[in-house]
């Protein structure tokens, strides 16, 4: 019985951890453009102001917390439009003054920062085997 349950626990451990660091093929395809299966920091920085300007839902050069909210679906569809939605952990990593209003800037810097944690090899480029969640 003590083996069935530390297998079933090792299955679940295992599992999680898998879940926690797999590749996004149509994004990673979507960041590559010149389709080299490479992502370089051109394509990254590229990558991250098109996602800016689709979180700017109010086209002010500026993404507010309630924009996020909207433009990731995080709030649910069965709650009042004004509920309550806790500041994420990506958002309040970006918001480096935490003011709960994201620049450019401070989404670029984040980007970088996080290119460079996935350029394992530290090459300038970011292959598929190095190219993990939660990505760019």
């Known amino acids: 019985m ?14 999680s951890n898998v879940s926690a660091s797999t590749f ?7 960041i590559d453009r010149d389709a080299s299966n490479e992502i370089d920091e051109k394509e990254a920085v590229s990558f991250r102001k098109r996602y800016f300007s689709g979180l700017d839902l109010d086209g ?11 433009a990731n679906k995080l709030r649910s569809s069965v709650s009042a439009a004004d509920a309550p939605v806790p500041v994420t952990d990506e958002y309040k990593e970006a918001d480096k003054n935490a003011d709960t209003i994201l620049t450019l800037d401070e989404f670029l810097a984040i980007g970088s920062k996080r290119f460079q944690l996935l350029d394992k090899d530290k090459n300038g480029s970011i292959s598929r085997e190095e190219f993990v969640s939660p990505g760019l």
């Open 2 to 15: 003590k083996t069935i349950l530390f297998i079933a626990t090792s299955v679940l451990l295992i599992s």
């Open 24 to 30: 996004n093929s149509s994004q990673f395809l979507g």
């Open 60 to 70: 002010n050069g500026t993404v507010e917390f309630e924009e996020y909210v909207k």
